[in-house]
Structures are given as structure tokens and as C-alpha cells.
């Protein structure tokens, strides 16, 4: 937020979570990617949390990017990993522009995964949910295209009813008299969730029932559009062993959101490669993770979700040379962790304690 300040003259400051310390403690012993060595510590400290509206800002739909009037780049617009391109760089100052008229925001980064969507993108609503902005009139959320079916699911559910969609299409910079700019609420491959965030959301998620916490999930890959991203070479002989667990396989692009919510607000265990539909952690309670990597490195993002969410996560690490390629598995060790994991269930944590009051500016 301090860097927003030095770069827009016109800004006010509209919300605010205070950074906290929070207990982390595998994180010491996860060998993580680069990205997330600074934050690999027993105790983290969460980002400050924040809200500001803007004056003489401008939107990118292309790149779903906020800039001053002159130009410079507020990266922490558009995403919380992915570095601006040249093409992002130039478009600033090469694309016309229009004026738009009354309070605008946005909902989008820059990669729209399932993950993304869910957690880093949906998070920001909260912040628009926050008092303040129920004062304020209509607020126009600013989209390059029709929202897909998932942001649709999501947004009729979560949004404030005084924020309506604004298609605006990409191929013109837009200039609100004001901008709304919600920040991220994790950092990157850190997705350690606030609590308040957390309480605000499910219950307009939820099924409005008692959970039923008895389904072991296995989680199956195949190949998309991206190709053979993380399969599991001996996918047939890990799924084998642990159908004997009672553990049931799914590949979640099978399933609708509903079902995809509904599996996991029932789970007792996941095992899974790590992938974008582990977000649907989020939904469960207390139980025990088993995410297993290609390579020897962690890539973090669920270790610190399971953390804010009172999960009890393992892993197991491949020999690939990259994350993202296929492995195989060592059976006998995976099992040894489901077998660990069945013989002492996982006790409810409660982190709200470790989450400070919202202070409205």
C-alpha cells in the first residue's frame, strides 16, 4: 500500500486488516520453490489487507491492470506472481482510451485458473463487502469479457447487491472518474487465508446441511490444454492401493461446482498432486491432506491454506527436474502417510484469535 501511496497522488485509503503473526510451523521444513523461501518460517507474517479508491487511475482490461495517470504500473492490480510482459508495458501508452463515468472495480487478475478465481480473485469481494462500500451507490465491477460460468456461480452468490457487472470489452483503456482497487489477500504461492475472509464467504457456499465426514477423496489427473502438466505415471497402482482405504477417485473436471463443493465439505482425507482444484480445500473441515509433487521442491500454495484452515497436511516429493512435469509415485511411502493419518485424526484448529479487527479509514 505504500508504494500505491508514492506512485497516485489521489488516493484514499477506505480499508485496512492489520498484518499479524500467525503459527505456521511445518513451513521451517518444507524445501519450497524460490518464490516462497522468505515466507517459509514457523511464524508468518500475513499481508496487510486493503482497500483504496483512486482518482486519475486507468484499467487495462487486456491485463486486468491499473495504472497512474502517467503510466507507471500498479502490480498489485493484476496478479501477486506473474511479471508484466512487454506487451502490457507498451499497450499503456499505444491503446486509446475512454472515459468512464462513476465508481468503478475490478474482479479479475491476470490468470483466471480455477484456483485463482477462487481464492485470489473472490477474495478481493471481500474487502468490497466491507461497510463502507454499501454507502457508496452503485459500483460498476469492470470486466474485459462475460464472466465465465465459475465468476458467474460466484459473483450471484458473494457480490454486494449495489455492485453490477460492466462489460467494457479490450480494446480501449479505461479512465473512471474513481476506481475501487481491492488488494490480494495472499501472496504469491502463499495462501494462507484470513479467517474473517473465511466466515464471511461459506455460508453463501455451503450446503445448508450437517457435513458427513467420511469420504477419502483421490484426486486423478489428465492431460488439458496445457498438456500432460503433473500426472501420475502409476495413477492405476496408487489408486489400487488406496481404494482398499475405502478412498474414491474423481477427476473434478467431471464434476459441476456443486459437486465439487459438496465432495469436499464431506471429505475426511485428499490425496492429490498439486493442482488448482485442491482450492476446493477451502470447503472442508479439519481433515488430512496428502499432496504429492513432481519434483524435490514444495510449491506451497496448499501447506499454508491447510495451515489458516486447521488441515493437517503431508507431502511427498518426486525426483523431476520441474513442478509441472509428470511423476511417478512412491506407493508404499503414500500409503505409510494414509496409514499414519488414519491412526490419529486431525483436531479442530481455531485461528480466529490469530486474525485482527478490520479498521475502516
Not at 94 to 109: A, K, N, V
Not at 151 to 159: A, I, S
Not at 331 to 360: Q, T
Request: charged share 25%; with cysteine; glycine share 4%.
Amino acid at each position: 500500500m505504500h508504494d500505491l501511496r508514492r506512485r497516485t497522488a489521489d488516493v484514499v485509503v477506505d480499508v485496512t486488516f492489520p498484518s499479524r503473526e500467525v503459527d505456521t510451523p511445518q513451513a521451517a521444513e518444507l524445501d519450497v520453490w524460490p518464490a516462497a523461501k522468505s515466507a517459509a518460517r514457523a511464524r508468518y507474517v500475513t499481508p496487510e489487507y486493503f482497500s483504496l479508491r483512486l482518482r486519475g487511475a486507468k484499467y487495462d482490461p487486456l491485463f486486468n491492470l491499473v495504472t497512474t495517470q502517467s503510466g507507471a504500473a500498479l502490480i498489485d492490480s493484476s496478479s501477486t506472481f506473474l511479471p508484466l510482459t512487454l506487451q502490457a508495458w507498451q499497450r499503456r501508452f499505444r491503446t486509446p482510451s475512454r472515459r468512464l463515468e462513476g465508481l468503478c472495480t475490478i474482479f479479475r487478475s491476470v490468470d483466471g485458473n480455477f484456483y485463482h478465481t477462487l481464492i485470489e480473485d473472490l477474495s478481493r469481494v471481500f474487502l468490497l463487502r466491507q461497510p463502507v462500500y454499501r454507502e457508496m451507490g452503485t459500483i460498476k465491477m469492470l470486466f474485459p469479457s462475460e464472466p465465465t460460468a465459475l465468476e458467474q456461480y460466484l459473483l450471484d452468490r458473494y457480490l454486494p447487491d449495489n455492485i453490477e457487472i460492466d462489460v467494457v470489452g479490450r480494446d480501449q483503456i479505461i479512465e473512471p472518474d474513481e476506481l475501487i482497487l481491492p488488494s490480494f489477500l495472499t501472496r504469491q504461492s502463499v495462501t494462507y487465508l484470513p479467517q474473517a475472509f473465511v466466515d464471511d464467504l461459506l455460508p453463501h457456499l455451503l450446503p445448508q446441511r450437517a457435513r458427513n465426514k467420511r469420504r477419502r477423496i483421490y484426486i486423478t489427473r489428465r492431460p488439458g490444454p496445457l498438456g500432460h502438466v503433473r500426472l501420475i505415471e502409476n495413477d492405476e497402482q496408487l489408486w489400487q492401493a488406496l481404494r482398499t482405504k475405502g478412498f474414491e477417485r474423481y477427476a473434478l473436471e467431471d464434476l459441476s461446482f456443486d459437486e465439487q463443493i459438496a465432495l469436499f465439505y464431506d471429505a475426511e482425507m485428499v490425496v492429490a498432486a498439486h493442482g488448482a482444484g485442491l482450492a476446493n480445500l477451502l470447503f472442508a473441515e479439519a481433515i488430512d491432506v496428502i499432496e504429492l509433487h513432481a519434483g524435490a521442491l514444495v510449491v506451497p500454495y496448499f501447506y499454508y491454506m491447510s495451515a489458516s484452515l486447521g488441515h493437517r497436511y503431508q507431502w511427498w516429493n518426486g525426483d523431476r527436474q520441474h513442478f509441472n512435469a509428470s511423476f511417478t509415485v512412491d506407493v508404499s511411502a503414500v500409503m505409510g502417510m494414509v496409514d499414519a493419518a488414519l491412526d490419529s485424526p486431525p483436531d479442530r484448529v481455531d485461528n480466529s484469535a490469530e486474525i485482527g479487527d478490520v479498521v475502516i479509514a
